[in-house]
């Protein structure tokens, strides 16, 4: 049992309550601070067994008995408080909360860029978090040397983080500015660049060599890849479908494609 003192009690009105609330609605609340909600207790010690740092833990009085003791253990100088069912309720992003909540710094940036030889995946303004959790949580499994991210949804987004399962912490990512820089460095140090793109002139995805490594490009879920952008590309693929069908969910894709690179 946790002594006096080891855990306080956050009353109505906490600052750090409300702050967690304000992380986990608004991307502009998140980057104001340079942090984001967690939420869980898999996700908290995933964060805390890569090396993220936490400013504050918040648990209700069951999970303090279940956690508290390994949390305390893992993060000895970060702040702890009990907070009621009433108040995990309210700032909840999940129907069963379990009662485990953090606030955490977010990653530093990575300056990151391809090599010959690297498999990574350029996401081109990705919009439903879903998807980019999907996609981190498959390149994990799968394995990548990059995810390059341009102009996409809040990679902090609770619900990015959750589709993750933690692959957030792990995998390589990569905010870029311009995509134009982008394909440039990869043709002057020769990584090919792979448009996926729904284009019956396009190759067929089995049908290319990824042995030697490539970018592969992935677009909007509504518009895929703008004109300008597939054509500064090595190459073009298409995923082989039914007549019938004519696009796949972003993220789908995204695995089929990490699969191939994964061969």
């Known amino acids: ?37 967690l939420e869980g207790s898999r996700l908290v010690f995933d964060a805390l067994q890569t090396g993220v740092k936490l400013r504050a833990v918040l648990l209700t009085e069951k ?27 309210e700032i909840a992003d999940t129907e069963t909360a379990q009662g485990v909540f953090a606030v955490a710094e977010m990653l530093p940036e990575k300056e990151l860029l391809p090599k010959a030889g690297d498999r990574a995946m350029l996401l081109h303004c990705l919009q439903d978090p879903s998807n980019l959790g999907a996609i981190l949580r498959t390149a994990e499994a799968l394995g990548t040397d990059g995810l390059y991210l341009y102009q996409c949804c809040d990679l902090y987004n609770p619900k990015v983080i959750r589709g ?13 500015r311009d995509t134009e820089e ?43 890849l703008p004109r300008e952008v597939s054509g500064l590309c090595t190459e073009k693929l298409t995923i082989p479908m039914s007549p019938e069908s004519n696009s796949l969910n972003a993220a789908m894709a995204a695995g089929l494609f990490l699969w191939e690179m994964a061969k």
């Open 164 to 176: 993750s399962m933690g692959a957030i912490f792990r995998v390589p990512v990569c905010r870029i």
């Open 63 to 89: 999970a303090r008995l279940q956690h508290f003791d390994a949390l305390k253990q893992a993060a000895p100088d970060t702040k702890m408080l009990l907070i009621s069912d009433r108040q995990a309720k």
């Open 1 to 37: 049992m946790p002594q006096n003192g080891e855990i306080l009690q956050a009353g109505t009105g906490n600052q750090t309550v409300k702050l967690f609330a304000g992380l986990n609605r608004s991307r502009a609340i998140r980057e104001k601070n340079r942090a984001f909600a």
């Open 182 to 224: 982008f394909l440039a460095h990869c043709r002057e140090t020769g990584v090919p660049t792979c448009a996926a793109v729904v284009d019956r002139d396009a190759k067929l995805l089995g049908q290319y060599d990824f042995s030697g490594g490539a970018v592969v490009l992935i677009g909007n879920e509504g518009n895929g």
